[in-house]
């Protein structure tokens, strides 16, 4: 009877306390440096701090003259205050001058400041006028001690944090980066992760449909979720139908990856090969941490340590693979770059429409969130089934429907996980 | 005086005439093929109707048994159904044989539902024995027609659209691509963006600081701008300070860019090249759209189109060159890429913080939104000045305070652009 017994008697554990045991297991990644051009979307291994101010000169915000506050405090169209222009300073050029009484200094938006002045007046307050060959400005408006003049230290001070570790990358952290001259930037190595699918009814994605056969689509699904939060997928292929084989095949394949991914063969199907795997294979090398989940779907999914790396048996149905991978892997990824309690991402929404299924397990299905006159709600996708990968593409988060014996109502409220596959959003 | 009384007369439009005037110049792309394994985050470029059902044939939801519903209508542990098991089938196989009555097949997850046979009962409610050599099972839960099976069509139907053109690529649609064949995908070419930067002022983000630079961070932000909205970057370089240089670097730029950005050089400054390149340079080939825009930060936003081709002049100060991006390239950037409307993406929040700078025009800020207890709360960022930076990392959404002069009180609601850089989600 082929292991049957084995398989039907398998413990299952709680989702979050699969989740825990997982994250025991999180392996350490180093890190390396990648160019600031090639950056984008990779995470910040470490703390970066500031080594110089921002700005690091009294910088101007407009075009206009530097002069000195007192000379122009009370000045008004009906009594003007008169200053000599004696110098003109391009951004990006320093003034040889200083700004004496009587004086002042034309200079451009992000210019610095000449020594001397404490102010500067845009041009749109200012006329200009010529006397004895020399130009000449009349303020007429009131000049405050301060005005239009950035700081030294005023946006960022010297020392202070700038990215914090496991930040992911953006045009706003790249902004930091660039102007804080890291040409360089330290981030945490791309985890590497293999992805091997069992299955003898899988063809390619190229072949023609035959009876009986459909494509291998969790291959490609998996390796797209993996990139997602950042790993390196690597395809291994597919795995034989045979116990033995399907271990080398693993143990091979855990000389390159440092983590493993298998969709199939989990369930209690005669030819599922990983469940034989995960449920009797075990030694100094191999430690089981669970081949249960109290889910649905993907109640099968199971995980095992193998020389301090995790191997993860999803379900090869491609609803279930993909709640298992969110659920269980996505995690683990963003530990591994960084990111403190990863797995505690859920936000509370309103359910616009009911569903009546009740499961004596709590059951994640497939929604999408909508960000509509303030409220957060989310629905229930259509062709929800574990089986089924139509609606894959429009969640754009999970729900978490309680167990019980009812499901839930549309107008409740109910824990969802949002997934950063982008739907009604960009 | 330089063109100072032109650069003065500028005539503002307001936000939504800037945008609807750049819309009606977007670039049609062609598309292109790339392989299935590389086109993540890529966009369809055409509706794709589905050849094939899925499933292609009656599929066995479970492990179990496929048998003649009528045979077992009324079983129960007293009065059990009992069969005779002729076959047995793997997944990706099918049977040459056909389930009669007093028969049953074996059968997997995922198998071809053999003819004659119209429900699937699973291995757990069902008893093996073994007579006369042969083996049987002992059916003792009621089944009813149709029961586990997986019709044609159930999932898709032939026909029917599987993804809409302009879709982005994320797993769910690699997941459909797959398993209907698509080895290669058709997709948008990636619209191509030249970045030019302009001011005395930049050093490289190698360089060591002095005295009144600073770093270039415009370019690489919008770099990764481009890129996390599909375009290419590329780096054209820094703009020299004359504005018929600028011009032959601007028109050769656009022999090989679809687009171009140019950073800075755009307000009233002595040295704001773009500012006279603008408002000046008219001809057969190339049309003003506007230089100047109702609203804070970047009023002198500029946008020409020079043999039909976009360039958007932004300002050079960070924090309003990031917004002016969002607000007038990004919506050209994904309606190149089969987008419809993407400018109308804002949401209603309700702001957590006071905003009291009130200002004659709208003014459009950095936010961090936050989805909290079913409701969408925004906060205005600290450091929010349009020459600031540091802010721009933590930012998820542009918040819009409706020009007058008192801003905007804690708890009210405004519109906000949801932006897809992550920071509390992932």
Known sequence: MRNRSQRFARKAVKVDHAQNMIMRHVLK????????????????????????????FRRSG???????????????????TCLRVIDEVPAGYTSSKQVLPGTAIRIMTGS??????????????????????????????????????????DEITSGQLLIGSGSRIGPGQIAVLASMGYEEVPVFRRPVV??????????????????????NSNTYMLAAQIEQYGGLAIRVGTAPDDRDEVARTIYNALETCDMLIVSGGVSVGDYDVMADFFTTMSGNDMKLLFNKIAMR???????????SKLVFGLSGNPGACFVGFELFVRPVLLAMQGIESPDKQHIQAIITNDYDKGCPHDRYIRGQMTLSNEQVKVSVLEKNNSSMLISIQDA??????????????????VAVIPLPYETTMY
């Open 297 to 307: 779907p993907g109640s099968p999914t199971s995980a095992t340590v193998i020389n």
């Open 62 to 80: 407009l075009d206009g003259y530097a002069v000195l506050s007192e000379e122009a405090l009370f000045a008004t169209p009906q009594n003007p």
């Open 112 to 153: 610095a400041v000449p020594d001397g002045a404490d102010a500067v007046i845009m041009f749109e307050q200012t006329e200009e006028y010529q006397e004895e060959g020399e130009i000449s400005i009349r303020i007429k408006h009131k000049v405050s001690h301060g005005q239009n003049i950035a700081k030294v230290g």
């Open 396 to 413: 754009n988060c999970i729900i978490m429907i309680p167990a019980g014996s009812k499901g839930i109502a549309a107008g409740q409220q």
């Open 194 to 215: 293999g992805v091997l699918t069992t299955g003898s009814e899988l063809i390619s994605v190229g072949d023609p449909l035959q009876p009986g056969r459909i494509r």
């Open 29 to 56: 990644l180093g890190c390396e440096f990648t160019s600031i051009e090639s950056c984008l979307h990779r995470r910040i291994s470490k703390p970066l701090f500031a080594k110089e101010c921002m700005p690091h």
